[in-house]
């Protein structure tokens, strides 16, 4: 059993006009130590997938299997899943760090609403000292308010926040969405510092170079489900489904091949087709994709595409 194992997981949205599956089915496991990226298009399922998994999905619904830590996590009670668990076993920094903090509020007393919430008894203090300087901050910032702080400085202390309570696994929904290249490259470097101090996350991104850089399994998301999952190097190097070559192929490069775009949208999830769903943009459409997708093993992980069915 690893660390971190999702089975079967389905989370939907009711809306008026139907269910809406906006994660269908997913997939994966982590070891101890091991990171996950999670790619594709907006709307596909990314950060409700994340959302599910820390059981904060207002107004959703979860079904399937996720276990932490040799535990079933889905099945304790919300009390307790918020006494033992949220935040100090898992915890997440949620796009867009303005909106997760506070404008009439200091950022130390944020910190410490957080570990009011979690009942915390040990010396706060140090734990809020030892989270600012994870992140690489000046424990002056605590005095100072959102508005104060520049957009690097608010996602590190979104960041921190995550880190407050020392939990064995982070998903940082989008961490550099929306900074400049030299803050994200910051983002990224911090990351992997956690990564090499033992801690294990998901990264749920756009950019599938910074995923290159740093997770060790990748999950391809489309039409809420991850249609592809292996480790990164077998993802990059040898990509199978071909959603997953056209999004590699959409990446510029610095050896002057023009990047290509895929045609077409995404399918609704409101009335997601039975069959594969990327059947109306692929280029290798053939008759059994008219089908039920598959889930055929690869070295590292599965593919959902009839391509493989005989390899």
Request: proline letters at 5%; aromatic letters at 8%.
């Amino acid at each position: 059993m690893g660390f971190l194992v999702v089975d079967g997981l389905t989370s939907r949205y009711d809306s008026s006009n139907g269910p809406v599956y906006a994660v269908d089915d997913v997939d994966f496991s982590l070891d101890d130590g091991e990171s996950i990226g999670i790619a594709g298009e907006s709307a596909c399922g990314k950060s409700t997938l994340g959302l599910s998994i820390i059981r904060m999905l207002s107004g959703g619904k979860t079904q399937g299997k996720i276990v932490f830590n040799d535990e079933s996590i889905l099945d304790v009670d919300e009390t307790e899943f918020n006494e033992n668990y949220r935040w100090k076993k898992i915890s997440m920094v949620f796009q867009g760090a303005m909106n997760s903090l506070d404008p009439v509020f200091t950022i130390n007393e944020q910190f410490l609403e957080i570990l009011k919430q979690h009942n915390f008894e040990g010396d706060s203090k140090q734990v809020i000292s030892d989270a600012m300087n994870s992140v690489n901050l000046d424990e002056n910032v605590l005095k100072k308010y959102p508005h104060e702080l520049s957009g690097g400085m608010k996602q590190r202390v979104v960041i921190a926040m995550a880190l407050l309570l020392k939990p064995k696994f982070v998903i940082a929904d989008e961490p550099t969405t929306a900074l400049d290249v030299l803050i994200q490259a910051q983002i990224i470097n911090l990351l992997k510092s956690l990564k090499k101090s033992g801690m294990s996350f998901m990264l749920i991104t756009h950019d599938l170079a910074v995923l290159s850089e740093i997770a060790d399994k990748i999950g391809i998301m489309y039409g809420g489900q991850i249609i592809e999952f292996g480790s990164s190097e077998e993802i990059y190097k040898n990509p199978k489904h071909p959603y997953t070559q056209g999004l590699l192929k959409s990446i510029p490069t610095l050896h002057g091949n023009k990047p290509t775009y895929i045609k077409g949208i995404p399918p609704s999830l409101l009335d997601a087709p039975t069959q594969c769903r990327f059947i109306d943009r692929c280029p290798l459409v053939v008759e059994k994709c008219k089908q039920l997708p598959p889930k055929f093993k690869t070295e590292t992980g599965y593919v959902r595409c009839w391509l493989y069915e005989d390899q």
